[in-house]
């Protein structure tokens, strides 16, 4: 619709010439002026032809500071059905331009809550992302939970369960990551669950997208956990080792230019 965007001129003469020039009106970074003063005319039609038109829709009709507007209301146009006010996952094709909506269940209907930090697998097949929806696939509860989206197909399938499927049984499982084979993905996780003898705390984890074994990562030779938070987990080129983050300040050890947690 940038055939509907217009700016408004006015003319006024040189000082050099003394012939008549357009001056272009401007818009300011203050709040939107009332609307005979303002200096766009925006017509809103069902489409959008990008995030700049609804942007400019926003603040003229809705009256709000271009630093109010949640960037969900901008986005929620890019793809057909993303339209509940969530963040959502999108994969933009680079060559064709499609957008496609990829936080959704396998039938394409919207995740009923906030998804977040996608993950592409090594190949582009899969996006992994975390997401506190409870309609992406059965067995949830609204949790943050991690999911493996198959671009193709679009299948769905939740990675932070036990080896028997059972979901996380926490609200922060985040933070995904593949193998470099793409046969495995980490994420940290303060679920109880997750493994055999259950783990408190926040822990990193592995799960085989073959077996579905998980495998807790945050713990010494012995398979004893860790007793700080851990994160941020990362695998080597050759995925036989996973590299993490382990909160030393919750251990009472200091580091230069930082306090112990209480």
Not at 83 to 91: A, D, L, M, R
């Amino acid at each position: 619709m940038a055939e509907n965007l217009k700016i408004a001129t006015h003319e006024t003469s040189s000082p050099e010439t003394g012939a008549l020039a357009p001056v272009v009106q401007m818009p300011s970074a203050q709040k939107p002026k009332p609307e005979s003063d303002f200096p766009f005319s925006v017509m809103v039609g069902d489409v959008y032809e990008g995030p700049l038109d609804l942007l400019l829709d926003l603040i003229r009709k809705q009256d709000i500071d271009i630093y109010d507007i949640p960037i969900a209301r901008i986005t929620a146009n890019l793809a057909a059905g993303a339209n509940n006010g969530n963040s959502e996952i999108y994969v933009k094709n680079l060559l064709t331009g499609a957008v496609t909506l990829v936080s959704t269940d396998a039938n394409g209907v919207p995740g009923n809550g906030p998804s977040l930090l996608p993950m592409f697998s090594p190949d582009g097949s899969k996006v992994a992302f975390h997401s506190s929806s409870s309609n992406l696939t059965p067995g949830t509860s609204g949790n943050s939970e991690v999911y493996v989206k198959d671009l193709a197909g679009g299948a769905i399938t939740l990675i932070s369960t036990d080896i028997n499927g059972a979901a996380a049984n926490s609200n922060d499982s985040m933070l995904a990551v593949f193998s470099p084979d793409g046969t495995k993905v980490a994420f940290e996780s303060s679920a109880t669950n997750l493994v055999p003898g259950g783990t408190s705390g926040q822990q990193v984890f592995v799960k085989d997208l073959l077996t579905g074994e998980v495998t807790l990562m945050s713990a010494d030779t012995n398979g004893v956990q860790g007793n700080s938070p851990s994160s941020d987990p990362n695998f080597s080129p050759d995925h036989k080792a996973v590299a993490l983050a382990i909160d030393l300040r919750a251990m009472g050890v200091c580091v230069v230019g930082d306090s112990p947690r209480a």
